[in-house]
């Protein structure tokens, strides 16, 4: 799995060089399917109940899981690009957030508070503590900088099934939950939203997107906890 997702961090930092003004998702899709191939992996969501493609790449109020198509991206705009990859028998899952251009100093913010959240998620990460202890810490520190988490979705386990038991929300209370342990892999992934953390379901009927419209924001990694402690697999 630490091969696997070595190979799956320097794929999404290519896919990330070809994101700017005038490229369309579909373009991105087809650059990190041809990376994924040519590593000797497979894309983990393509025919994942009845995805089409390899890449999720949602943008601005889209939250998760959103089909690449024609759509094409311009200057202010915010993408997640989500990608996972099946090498040697087991799954890694990635996410990250990036700008198309020069961007507003709110979505700037909800970036950097984003990926912050997920490094203090990721700090909670040892033995003893508990699923619960994760998400406090994230919605505790998302909160306290003006945005909200997610509560319709989560993180996971994650191994020869892309996902797997248990569900890792990104809230809660401190001391709830299963017990980290030794050998564990999982995917901490916050998704923080500008405005309401509701949801609705997009029309391409994968896809998720902000209720209210605010604009959205996702970041996730790829966990083994080991005797020596947190390991990121999937970091560039």
């Not at 390899?54 to 889209?62: I, K, M, T």
């Not at 699923?131 to 919605?139: C, E, L, P, R």
């Amino acid at each position: 799995m630490a091969e696997g997702g070595k190979i799956l961090a320097k794929i999404i930092e290519e896919v990330r060089k070809k994101v700017e003004p005038g490229i369309t998702t579909n373009e991105l899709d087809r650059v990190a399917e041809t990376l994924i191939l040519k590593s000797g992996g497979k894309p983990s969501f393509q025919g994942y109940e009845e995805y089409p493609a390899a890449l999720c790449a949602s943008v601005n109020e889209e939250i998760v899981h959103t089909v690449p198509s024609n759509r094409v991206l311009k200057e202010g705009d915010i993408i997640s690009l989500d990608l996972g990859i099946f090498y040697k028998g087991f799954h890694n899952d990635m996410a990250i957030t990036v700008p198309v251009g020069k961007i507003s100093q709110e979505a700037q913010k909800l970036i950097t508070v984003t990926k912050k959240s997920l490094e203090v998620g990721i700090k909670e990460v040892k033995a003893g503590n508990t699923f619960g202890d994760i998400g406090y810490a994230i919605q505790k520190y998302v909160e306290g900088e003006g945005f909200n988490v997610v509560r319709n979705l989560c993180g996971h386990g994650i191994g020869r099934e892309l996902h797997e038991d248990p569900q890792i929300p990104n809230y809660g209370k401190k001391g709830t939950g299963l017990e980290l342990a030794e050998r564990m892999v999982f995917c901490i992934e916050p998704m923080v939203t500008a405005g309401d953390w509701n949801l609705a379901k997009m029309k391409d009927n994968f896809g998720y997107q902000t209720a209210d419209g605010s604009l959205s924001c996702h970041f996730e990694h790829t966990i083994a906890l080991t005797e020596k402690g947190f390991q990121i697999l999937t970091k560039i």
